[in-house]
């Protein structure tokens, strides 16, 4: 006789909390903002945050109402509308949309049939179901568009439509921790079989076998990134890849997104407020040539997508891979900013309670760390629950994030959680850390 599975009420239960924070985020970034704003392009790399509204209720209809509940659309006319395939950012200020207060009764319409749903599916019986998986992706899903939306907000112009309170600073021993950490090579399980709403290009746990390198302790700094301009590493075509040259050159670009020089300083501006570039943050909003370059000019590199990994979740004492830099525990507070609670990342060396076994420190929260690896696909992949979440996005286009930013919740991070975007993308709330060879012992 098999043993039993998980406890489905547990999953019924973390389902419904994990539905209704995205819900309550999804309001405050829809509701601080007036009706303009909501229909406004602030980006033609964004779409109109109504938009992001209403996709969000969407996706929820099509996944949850109509896929697991079995029950016919309510709304087909829009399903093309709201397609992220079928029309690019660009364009979908043109399309016919649901207004915003129209947008607001959708999505609360299909979240009220949703718990319906949730309250009597069994979450066994299929992967859709079986611990709820479908609940947690569509959660998920809603917590990325949050993060999307709060990008938008980033990029919008105007006084300040959000507030957060200020992060923990430092830790004490900060200041004591040793520049970089040093990962002794072997093999490693990367990847995950068995986390129930780990997405598909996570999937399936495998071996690598890693060799020796050091790490950065922590994230590189924003005064550290200002020694990298001011010796001139922006005028350098040494440290650049070739096609991120020709992006410095045909944009003119001199510094991380949204800073500029006031003064004899640097200031930046921060959903509407404009202040001084703080020195003790990691860097924000560089693309993934800026920070390739940083490391060139450093005499390092960007670590690869399975040395970060390595260095997040390996525990060389038991040789397991864990759930998250500290172990197995979901994150808290005290371990990593997540959640949008801050609205910026904590100073470099915060969240000591969040090292990694290595004592590698803030892998998870505070910026998405680029890695030097495309995005590809783990050995026996296969895609679920639709090939367009991850599989049309494999390929050399694509560089991989890791790690989360303090736009991220904790619903949609883990150590084996999996980002991608376009090297040339800089409103993103991405920064880096750096990493070198080692010899063997």
């Not at 069994?122 to 809603?142: D, K, N, T, V």
């Not at 200031?267 to 020195?279: A, I, K, L, N, S």
Request: glycine residues 8%; contains cysteine; hydrophobic residues 40%.
């Amino acid at each position: 006789m098999s043993a039993p599975g998980p406890d489905p009420d547990l999953f019924r239960r973390r389902a419904v909390d994990a539905l209704l924070a995205a819900r309550e985020r999804t309001r405050v970034l829809t509701a601080c903002v007036d009706e303009r704003e909501l229909t406004a392009q602030h980006s033609p790399l964004m779409s109109p945050l109504v938009w992001d509204l209403a996709h969000i209720g969407n996706q929820e209809e099509q996944w949850l109402l109509r896929t697991v509940g079995g029950h016919d659309a309510l709304r087909p006319e829009i399903d093309s509308v709201y397609d992220a395939f079928e029309h690019p950012r660009a364009e979908r200020p043109a399309l016919p949309l649901l207004a915003p207060a129209e947008a607001r009764g959708y999505v609360a319409d299909v979240r009220e049939r949703v718990l319906d749903v949730l309250h009597g599916a069994p979450l066994r019986g299929g992967p859709l179901l079986e611990a709820g998986f479908a609940f947690g992706m569509i959660a998920q899903h809603e917590q990325q568009h949050d993060e999307t939306m709060l990008i938008t907000h980033q990029l919008r112009r105007g006084p300040a439509a959000l507030t957060g309170p200020q992060p923990p600073p430092a830790a004490p021993d900060a200041a004591l921790l040793p520049p970089e950490v040093r990962v002794e090579g072997g093999p490693f399980t990367m990847g995950t079989s068995t986390e129930p709403w780990a997405l598909d290009n996570e999937r399936p746990a495998h071996h690598r076998f890693v060799p020796s390198f050091f790490i950065d302790t922590l994230p590189v700094s924003n005064g550290a990134y200002l020694r990298f301009i001011d010796d001139g590493g922006y005028t350098d075509p040494r440290w650049w890849h070739p096609e991120g040259w020709e992006q410095v050159r045909r944009h003119g670009l001199g510094a991380p997104l949204f800073w500029r020089r006031e003064g004899t300083g640097w200031v930046r501006r921060r959903f509407g407020v404009v202040e001084p570039v703080p020195p003790d943050e990691p860097v924000l909003h560089v693309g993934w040539y800026e920070a390739a370059a940083y490391a060139a000019w450093a005499g390092r590199r960007l670590p690869t997508e399975a040395e970060w990994e390595k260095a997040a979740r390996h525990d060389p004492v038991s040789g397991r891979s864990l759930r998250y830099p500290w172990g197995d525990a979901d994150p808290t507070p005290e371990r990593a900013n997540l959640g949008q609670r801050h609205l910026r990342p904590a100073p470099v060396g915060a969240y000591a309670a969040g090292d990694s076994p290595l004592g590698v420190r803030q892998l998870i929260g505070d910026v998405w760390e680029w890695t030097s690896s495309d995005f590809l696909p783990y050995p026996g992949f296969r895609a679920f629950p639709y090939r367009e979440y991850s599989e049309v996005f494999f390929g050399d286009s694509h560089k991989v994030l890791r790690g989360g930013s303090f736009a991220v919740d904790a619903v949609a991070c883990r150590g084996t959680f999996r980002n991608w975007d376009l090297p040339v993308r800089r409103q993103i709330f991405a920064g880096f850390r750096t990493a070198r060879d080692a010899e063997p012992v």
